[in-house]
C-alpha cells in the first residue's frame, strides 16, 4: 500500500496479519448470521405465467 522503496518484511507480515484477521472475523460473523425463511411477499399468486416457476 503506497510506496514500494517504502516496504519492508516487517510491514508486508503486518498488513498481511491484519487483513487475515479481518478476513476471519468476516467469515465468522457470516458464519453464524441467522437465515430466515423466505416470507410470501404477494397476497396472491400472479394470473399470468412466469418463465423462472414451477407453474
Avoid at 468476516?26 to 404477494?42: D, W
Amino acid at each position: 500500500m503506497g510506496e514500494a522503496e517504502k516496504a519492508t518484511a516487517e510491514k508486508g507480515k503486518i498488513v498481511f496479519e491484519e487483513a487475515s484477521k479481518n478476513l476471519a472475523q468476516f467469515v465468522e460473523e457470516y458464519y453464524h448470521q441467522k437465515i430466515e425463511s423466505p416470507t410470501q411477499n404477494q397476497a396472491q399468486e400472479p394470473t399470468f405465467p412466469l418463465s423462472f416457476t414451477s407453474h
